[in-house]
Every structure is written in C-alpha cells, then in structure tokens.
C-alpha cells in the first residue's frame, strides 16, 4: 500500500503556476461598435449582426430578467479593434510562435443566458469575450467555442477581465483561432461574473454538468451575433480544466444540445483524469505538503467546494472541511486566483490538513483502498456514500452521436502539471470509449508551451474538419504504442514491460 501510495503521490506532484492581477483590461469603456458605424473602433464590422451598444460594465453589472433560449445573448459591448498585425503582436507577446495571421478582429464582451449543473439545472447567466474576425476564413465560418483553464473560482477570476491570469493561458488559446479568420467565443463560465449573488453559486471546478453547459450555450450567443455568416460546423476547443468541460460539453451534447453541428474538439493538455484521484489526494495527503503543489491543493478545495454548493444547496461549500478552516476556505474560493497562495498556506502544511479528519477517513479510504463504503452508519461511511458516487462520476463517458466526432489531443513532453501519467491516463479513456482521438505530443512543450506552439496545428486541423482544407503533417512525436520483449503492442497506457499503470490498476478502478 506505501508504495502504491508514493506512485500515486509522484503522479499528483506538480509545480506552482503564474498567479494572477486584479487589472481590469476593459474598465468602463463604453460600446461603440455595432453594425451602426465604426465609433473610433475601427472599420464597421462586417459580421455583426447584433446590437452591440452596450457599455462593458453593463455586460458585468446584475443581468435582467434570465428568460429566453439557452445561449441567449443578454447584453453585448464593443470592446475594441485590433488589425491583424496588432492581434499577431499580441499574442506573439504571450509566446506565440505559429504562422502569421491573415485577419484582425473586432472584440466584444457579452453576456448571455444558460443553465447550471445543480438539481434542478436551474437558469444561469455567463459573461464572455468574442473575437469577430475581419477577414473570414469563409463566406459562412465554421464557430468555435473556448473553454479555458484553471484561473481560481472567485470574484477577480473572469478571464473575459484579465487577459493576464493563468499567464496569459486564456487568451493564447482563442487569439490565433481569430487571427486564422474563425469567430470564436470564450466564456468565462457561469458562476464567474456577479460572484456570490444570490441564485448564482460558484463555478462548478471539474464538474461534468456546470461549466459545460455555458461552452456549449454560448455556440447559440456567437451564432445569434453573425447568423447570416456562421456555418453550421462547430468546434469545442479547451486547456487544461478547460479540456475537462469541453470533453464533458462533447459527452452531453446530444442531450444537452448545440446550436449546429458538433464537427471537432480540441484539447490541450486536458485533465481528463477520474475523479477519485482527488479522493486518493485526501488519503495519501498526510505526506504530500502544500507548499509545492498548490495546484493540487487549490483544485480540491475548488472541487469539493463547488460540488457542494451545488448539489447540496448554497452555504454548503465548506462543509466536508475543518470547522476551524472553513472560514479560510471560503475566502480562498472567493478571493483567491491561481497563483495566489497565502490562504492555501495558511490551510495548513499537508494536502489533508484542511478537511474534516471523518471526511479523509471516508471519502479518501475508499477512494484509495477501492473498497466500498462501510456500512456502519459512521459519519465517516455517509460521507463516503454521499461523495464517492460523485467522485466516479467527473469524468462522464463518451456515448451514443459523442463517438463519432473527432477530437484532437495535444500535449507537450514537458509538461509537469499535467503529468506523463495523467495524460496517458486520459488518452486510454477515451480509446476505451471508442472515441474518434487523434493524438499529437510536441516535443520540449509545458503545459501553457502547447497552446502557444500547438495552435497553428490546431487551425489547420480545424480547417481540415470543417471545410476541407488541406490536414496538418504528422507529428513529431505522439502517444506512440511501445512493444514489450516478443515484439507484441503494449498499450499508451504500458510500463513498456507489461505492466499496467495506477489508472488501471485494481481496486480502485481509476480507469472508470
């Protein structure tokens, strides 16, 4: 057990990201553009169909009356013009390194209506940031939808905001898409925008029915902005945390539905990971210290915070934490974007210190031991009862129409947040599924390293899946099959000797 513990610990180590500023890129700056008339913004932008008077702070102010279809746009402000030259120097300032851009694009935030992930899949509203290209890579341009990665949960957290949170991840994902002529959309996810309002609990953290639902509802907001100009062909892209709701958005569109067609999704170094992981983190969290892996600790306190809230009701939140914590892990949730660490060390010096000591007991027990709950009517086995269901059922598989769409996996070989054996982990599950995966491994690439490099592959594939064009080369590395002594073909997910690795092990099951 020790040692299955250690292997499990060097899988969840990872190393502290970028923090992030309270700098407000947008401010007041009133709306100008539209269809009316350029305002000083730029040329009149040829796309727009929709009333875009707005001012920026209106779009974040209290939301009107959520009635309406999902995906409805509420409110909409220009932001800004950048020419094409402009929004390649832009993004060659956050690290990009593809091909030229052929467009600019007209910027927008907006606001619109969709749902969230509690009970009762009660109305919700979503703030977002869209980028409207002036040079279209068709007469009718295939739309894509953005989901970003981990920024914090809390009220400063909305990258439609803050293009400098995470590092500048956000936006390095959907500013080539733009300058390769796609409109594209990024919501900042339900729960972000008017943070704490009532009737408006966080944004659920890995959660496979909140934040999935605003990437897939915000397809209807871009199409309702050009729809004289939108092809029906859709593509779901995501990073990180963000390719953890895209592949969850894939897995209930056909229940859930999307305005057009789901034709591709492209994820960069997702987390696509079970989630009793987090649970296995609880047990073995008594000799993994916070101060290394903040990461790790922030995303169970975002996990378990979020689910709380929302499936349990609000001031639920903090719960399954240490009475003396809970008040600190409440402002975390609230204050803290990723990078800001002083709450999470104060929590405590190990991974468990935070949480009730019966919550570890239950929750985590089970999650590592793969035993099921005990039935001893403890307070420790209904915590395991309520939680472990939950737990298992983060990373939702891929059925039914979700099978057929192909999805593109993008990962760099030095990438230590997203770790080797996480990846592998994700890759196996979707092969598991029969998922249409291809798979692409960049060489000398971080986990923020494969956006900047990875996106002029990700364009050209996406112009491949939507319209024809001409398909990306092959890769220069990738998930390769390896082959033991006999010359037999081991799965991605092989020690290369025939072994298996903790995703698949038993008890646990992780590859559930």
Not at 52 to 64: E, G, Q
Not at 169 to 182: L, N, R, V
Request: proline share 7%; charged share 15%; hydrophobic share 35%.
């Amino acid at each position: 057990m020790l040692r299955r513990a250690l292997w499990v610990a060097c899988l969840f180590s990872v190393a502290p990201l970028a923090g992030c500023s309270s700098d407000d890129a947008g401010g007041s700056k009133q709306g100008t553009g539209g269809s009316g008339g350029t305002g000083g913004n730029g040329p009149v932008d040829a796309l727009l169909e929709a009333t875009c008077t707005d001012s920026i702070d209106d779009v974040y102010a209290t939301p009107p009356a959520l009635t309406g279809d999902a995906g409805a746009l509420l409110r909409c402000a220009h932001d800004k013009y950048l020419t094409k030259d402009e929004l390649l120097a832009q993004a060659k300032a956050r690290g990009y390194d593809g091909p030229d851009f052929v467009s600019g694009a007209h910027v927008y935030r907006v606001l619109f209506l969709t749902s969230r992930g509690d009970a009762t899949n009660s109305p919700g509203f979503s703030t977002g940031v869209v980028y409207l290209p002036d040079a279209p890579i068709a007469d009718k341009a295939p739309l894509v939808a953005s989901g970003h990665g981990t920024v914090g949960q809390g009220k400063d957290c909305l990258v439609s905001k803050n293009a400098t949170l995470a590092g500048g991840d956000p936006p390095a994902q959907w500013e080539p898409i733009a300058g390769a002529g796609y409109p594209v959309i990024a919501p900042d996810y339900a729960g972000y925008s008017q943070f704490g309002a009532a009737g408006n609990p966080v944004s659920g953290y890995l959660l496979p029915n909140d934040a999935p639902r605003s990437l897939l509802d915000s397809v209807h907001t871009l199409r309702s902005m050009i729809p004289s100009h939108a092809a029906q062909e859709v593509v779901l892209t995501g990073h990180s945390q963000g390719g953890h709701v895209a592949l969850s958005a894939l897995a209930m569109a056909e229940s859930h539905g999307i305005d057009g067609k789901l034709s591709g999704v492209v994820v960069y170094a997702p987390f696509w990971m079970s989630g009793l992981m987090l649970g296995v983190g609880l047990f073995i969290g008594g000799g993994i210290p916070i101060q290394g892996n903040e990461l790790l600790a922030g995303a169970g306190a975002w996990y378990y915070y979020s689910a709380a809230e929302l499936a349990d009701g609000p001031g639920h939140g903090a719960d399954m934490f240490a009475p003396a914590k809970q008040d600190t892990v409440k402002t975390f949730v609230s204050d803290a974007c990723l990078g800001d660490n002083t709450l999470l060390h104060s929590l405590g010096e190990f991974l468990a210190d935070p949480f009730d000591p019966e919550f570890v007991k239950g929750v985590g027990g089970s999650a590592m031991s793969g035993a099921p709950c005990a039935t001893d009517g403890s307070e420790a086995a209904k915590l395991c009862e309520k939680w472990l269901p939950r737990l298992k059922s983060s990373r939702p598989h891929l059925t039914g129409s979700a099978k057929s769409v192909p999805i593109l996996w993008m990962y760099g070989d030095k990438d230590t947040s997203v770790s080797p054996g996480f990846a592998t982990c994700g890759v196996d599950r979707l092969n598991a599924d029969g998922a249409a995966l291809e798979t692409c491994m960049m060489p000398g690439k971080t986990h923020g390293g494969i956006v900047r490099s990875g996106s002029g592959r990700v364009n050209q594939w996406i112009g491949a899946t939507t319209l024809g064009l001409p398909a990306p080369p092959p890769c220069d590395l990738d998930f390769t099959f390896t082959t033991d002594g006999t010359g037999a073909k081991l799965s991605s997910m092989s020690d290369g000797k025939g072994g298996q690795t903790v995703c698949q092990q038993p008890p646990n099951n992780l590859a559930d």
